[in-house]
């Protein structure tokens, strides 16, 4: 079964500094997605970003950019210019068939 | 955008209730899905449909049963709710299975 892990629980960041958010994913696909989801205190879950294994370049969206790393199976997320309202938790996901999602890392961001 | 709700946000039963937790999409999504999240264990699929009157397991389906009678409602069911069902609720729909929308989420605690 696939797993995905996060290795931060929590992290932080100054407002506008830049913070990466780790994630890696055990597979033996070669054709998947991954995504980062963003869960602000609101609890409602929002799609950050979005990965097509196939694709050798980074997806980026705005201030948020990935480091895809097909070989290492890694998958992190950039954070550039952070904003207080990037505070939140984030989980990273793996879909090959069905979705897997890491345990989330709470990212902290003070003024 | 694509607007999914859930009728409750926060709910609180005894344990042996029947409890119903419901979702609905607007998009028209084929597919929809039932997660709970706890902390440090992530978002776990208890059970997906991907059609009308379809349903499927996920990882955690035991002591929950589901219902589509209809494509835009998705109805989680917890035939006699225990303390640890006690936990977040998210629904989440999609039309390419890769990418899902999430509903805001219900918090549940059983006592």
């Known amino acids: 079964a696939q797993t995905v892990t996060q290795s931060q629980p929590e992290m932080s960041v100054q407002e506008a500094e830049t913070v990466t958010l780790s994630c890696t994913y055990d597979?033996?696909?070669?054709?998947?997605?991954l995504f980062w989801y963003k869960q602000p205190p609101s609890r409602q879950m929002i799609l950050v970003i979005r990965q097509e294994a196939y694709k050798q370049q980074n997806a980026t969206e705005n201030r948020f950019s990935v480091n895809f790393q097909k070989a290492a199976k890694s998958f992190s997320l950039k954070i550039s210019d952070s904003q207080l309202g990037d505070a939140a938790m984030y989980f990273c996901?793996?879909?090959?068939?069905?979705?897997?999602f890491g345990a989330g890392t709470r990212l902290t961001v003070k003024p | 955008d694509v607007k999914v709700t859930q009728s409750s946000r926060y709910l609180v039963k005894r344990t042996g209730e029947k409890v119903f937790l419901e979702c609905v999409q607007d998009?028209?999504?084929?597919?929809m899905f039932w997660y709970r999240q706890d902390p440090g264990l992530g978002l776990r699929l208890i059970y997906f449909?991907?059609?009308?009157?379809?349903?499927e397991k996920g990882d955690i389906p035991e002591g929950y049963s589901v219902s589509r009678e209809k494509k835009e409602r998705f109805s989680l069911i917890l035939e006699s709710a225990s303390t640890n069902q006690t936990s977040m609720y998210l629904c989440a729909s999609s039309d390419d299975q890769e990418t899902q929308y999430f509903g805001p989420g219900t918090r549940l605690l059983v006592l």
């Open positions: 996901a793996y879909w090959g068939g069905d979705m897997r």
């Open positions: 597979t033996s696909e070669s054709d998947y997605y």
């Open positions: 449909s991907y059609d009308v009157k379809m349903k």
């Open positions: 998009m028209d999504h084929e597919n």
